[in-house]
Nanobody
Framework: QVQLVESGGGLVQAGDSLRLSCAASGRAFSNYAMGWFRQAPGKERQFVAT????????YYAPSVKGRFTISRDNAKNTVYLQMNSLKPEDTARYYC???????????????????WGQGTQVTVSS
């Protein structure tokens, strides 16, 4: 069984930065792509960013490209999301997830993600 635990969320002002972390249990972390998603109240879950198992491929939602950076440390079984220039519209609960495959793409298909964390809240005030 794989467990994903997110941390690093909080309340910040517009323009600030936050770094989210997602620690994964289980074996062979580097064999799987990872991703970050977010969900605001009353809205559907939204793809944010994804990274392949070896970090070679990364993809971002247009709304965060240039401001957010996804990375991973396979030695620590951890994936990160560095969020800069935060905007009020970034306010959401952020989830990390493990993809069923090593490679990834920016097209969100729920069936391709097999484990999810509980999420961490990010609130950006104007």
């Amino acid at each position: 069984q794989v467990q994903l635990v997110e941390s690093g969320g909080g309340l910040v002002q517009a323009g600030d930065s936050l770094r989210l972390s997602c620690a994964a249990s289980g074996r062979a972390f580097s064999n799987y792509a990872m991703g970050w998603f977010r969900q605001a109240p009353g809205k559907e879950r939204q793809f944010v960013a994804t990274i392949s198992g070896g970090s070679y491929y990364t993809y971002y939602a247009p709304s965060v490209k240039g401001r957010f950076t996804i990375s991973r440390d396979n030695a620590k079984n951890t994936v990160y999301l560095q969020m800069n220039s935060l905007k009020p519209e970034d306010t959401a609960r952020y989830y990390c997830a493990r993809r069923r495959t090593y490679y990834t793409n920016p097209y969100y298909s729920p069936s391709e993600w097999d484990y999810w964390g509980q999420g961490t809240q990010v609130t950006v005030s104007s």
